[in-house]
């Protein structure tokens, strides 16, 4: 199964649920917050799904926001009691639950169904794509930027060799796999990140401009400068952006491809 069905699966389960609990309490009755309530958790169900983890999370919080603001009325006339303290806080964890723990799910759902579809697509250390499958996805997303004309950005990413040296192999999977998982986390759920043979991450920024690839590579750098400790120099950047690099992008394509088959003839 592709993610995409995977995410139209979910969306559609989702809103099928919160329709039928709808009609259900509806035999009773409707109270129109709790109308509103059940179609803010939709909405946080689908920016978890369609964003991940960060979308989840900016979906989940402007939901409590706007569900606590409905109930200020209630709380003003009958005060905080018992019930209503129990009614909010159940939102309040629903609304956490599917936005930050199903936005991690959904994003790393997306690896495993690559994973899964028969061939080795996901790197050993990190559980992100792996460079062959990084090779793939950048000639598609060359060939969609070819026809329709869509900025698209590539930030290769670079943690100097130094910063291992002298760290034991199984401590330097381990960082590896949290910075996987950080860069993951730091992007859009429609990004794609993989890791080169090389060691090098490469993030796949469809509908991203230059300057947006910019921001994005500096933010990542920084975070993950953060999780090892290291200063600013010791995680470099690199952006090329179609249609101004598409030279650069396609010598960068060929050499990745030429690097993969000498790995794949070494190991045959």
């Known amino acids: 199964m592709k993610y995409s069905r995977f995410e139209w699966l979910i969306i559609g389960v989702g809103g099928i649920t919160m329709a039928a609990s709808l009609l259900l309490t509806s035999r009773s009755a409707l109270i129109p917050q709790e109308v509103v309530g059940q179609l803010l958790l939709f909405a946080v169900l689908v920016g978890a799904v369609r964003w991940g983890r960060n979308g989840g999370?900016?979906?989940?919080?402007?939901?409590?926001?706007?569900?606590?603001?409905?109930?200020?009325?209630?709380?003003?006339?009958?005060?905080?009691?018992r019930d209503v303290l129990s009614m909010i806080l159940v939102r309040l964890v629903s609304f956490?639950?599917?936005?930050?723990?199903?936005?991690?799910?959904?994003?790393?759902?997306?690896?495993v169904f690559a994973g899964l579809e028969g061939r080795r697509a996901l790197d050993e250390v990190t559980r992100l794509y792996n460079e062959?499958?990084?090779?793939?996805?950048?000639?598609?997303?060359?060939?969609?930027?070819e026809r329709y004309k869509t900025p698209l950005a590539v930030v290769l990413l670079t943690?100097?060799?130094?910063?291992?040296?002298?760290?034991?192999?199984?401590?330097?999977r381990s960082l590896m796999r949290a910075v996987g998982n950080l860069i993951r986390n730091d992007v859009?759920?429609?990004?794609?990140?993989?890791?080169?043979?090389?060691?090098?991450?490469?993030l796949i920024l469809p509908n991203t401009d230059k300057g947006g690839a910019h921001v994005a590579a500096n933010r990542v750098r920084r975070h993950v400068c953060d999780l090892l400790g290291a200063k600013d120099g010791a995680v470099s950047d690199r952006v090329l952006a179609a249609p101004d690099d598409t030279g650069e992008l396609a010598l960068l394509v060929a050499s990745l491809r030429l690097e993969?088959?000498?790995v794949q003839a070494s190991s045959a």
């Not at 956490?96 to 690896?111: D, P, Q, S």
């Not at 859009?188 to 490469?202: A, K, N, P, Q, T």
């Open 260 to 262: 993969d088959g000498r």
């Open 188 to 202: 859009r759920l429609v990004d794609e990140v993989g890791r080169l043979s090389d060691g090098r991450f490469v």
């Open 96 to 111: 956490g639950a599917v936005g930050i723990l199903g936005g991690e799910l959904c994003g790393r759902m997306k690896y």
């Open 159 to 172: 943690i100097a060799p130094a910063l291992m040296h002298d760290l034991r192999p199984a401590k330097q």
């Open 57 to 81: 999370f900016v979906a989940a919080l402007a939901a409590v926001l706007v569900y606590i603001l409905m109930r200020v009325p209630l709380i003003t006339n009958v005060g905080m009691t």
């Open 132 to 145: 062959s499958f990084v090779v793939e996805l950048l000639q598609q997303n060359l060939a969609l930027q």
